[in-house]
T-cell receptor, first 108, second 115 residues
Framework: DAKTTQPNSMESNEEEPVHLPCNHSTISGTDYIHWYRQLPSQGPEYVIHGLTSNVNNRMASLAIAEDRKSSTLILHRATLRDAAVYYCILGSDDKIIFGKGTRLHILP | DSGVTQTPKHLITATGQRVTLRCSPRSGDLSVYWYQQSLDQGLQFLIQYYNGEERAKGNILERFSAQQFPDLHSELNLSSLELGDSALYFC??????????????FGPGTRLTVL
């Protein structure tokens, strides 16, 4: 299974943009890049996914490098409710494999 | 609220016992996935069912089994329980079988404690 590498933790100030990086140098041509987040005491929640082009939705933006070996999840204006573990995952065919994720701390 | 329901929320049992966890997917979703989340192992994929058939297997122990019923709800059976089986068990659902390409919706989880 293709692997992803993320920082263990990050901090950001409230109301500022947050850029969460992810490296996936062994990505294959059919792997989609997914981001999920898990708020305390809750199940994971889908954030965004993409294949090659940058993607935007109401929660976040996903910037994918041209060679697809890295990507960045962008939260445009972080709030305290965005404090969570963010998982960058490569998904293909049958399953998605979760790694350790990045624990995002938001400072008021 | 993801639309996925799981029962019970909490379960406390003893070693050697057997338990059944239940999951109801979102209306219209045909795929159900089971995950185990423990402190040291993170979120581990166990098994997937699509429209009643087993579709993919992950790190599921032989003591564990699952099934998906005609009404699409799913049950995860855990037997000969050990202390190390204490964890959060999540169920997720998606519309199609190819989870790698589509989003999964997760339930609130069942917390299993084995004493």
């Amino acid at each position: 299974d293709a692997k992803t590498t993320q920082p263990n933790s990050m901090e950001s100030n409230e109301e500022e943009p947050v850029h969460l990086p992810c490296n996936h140098s062994t990505i294959s041509g059919t792997d989609y890049i997914h981001w999920y987040r898990q708020l305390p005491s809750q199940g994971p929640e889908y954030v965004i996914h993409g294949l090659t082009s940058n993607v935007n939705n109401r929660m976040a933006s996903l910037a994918i490098a041209e060679d697809r070996k890295s990507s960045t999840l962008i939260l445009h204006r972080a709030t305290l409710r965005d404090a969570a573990v963010y998982y960058c995952i490569l998904g293909s065919d049958d399953k998605i494999i979760f790694g350790k994720g990045t624990r995002l701390h938001i400072l008021p | 609220d993801s639309g996925v329901t799981q029962t019970p929320k909490h379960l406390i049992t003893a070693t050697g016992q057997r338990v059944t966890l239940r999951c109801s997917p979102r209306s219209g979703d045909l795929s159900v996935y089971w995950y185990q989340q423990s402190l040291d192992q993170g979120l581990q994929f166990l098994i997937q069912y699509y429209n009643g058939e087993e579709r993919a297997k992950g790190n599921i122990l032989e003591r564990f089994s699952a099934q998906q019923f005609p009404d699409l709800h799913s049950e995860l059976n855990l037997s000969s329980l050990e202390l190390g089986d204490s964890a959060l068990y999540f169920c997720a659902s998606s519309v199609v079988w190819a989870s790698g390409y589509n989003e999964q919706f997760f339930g609130p989880g069942t917390r299993l404690t084995v004493l």
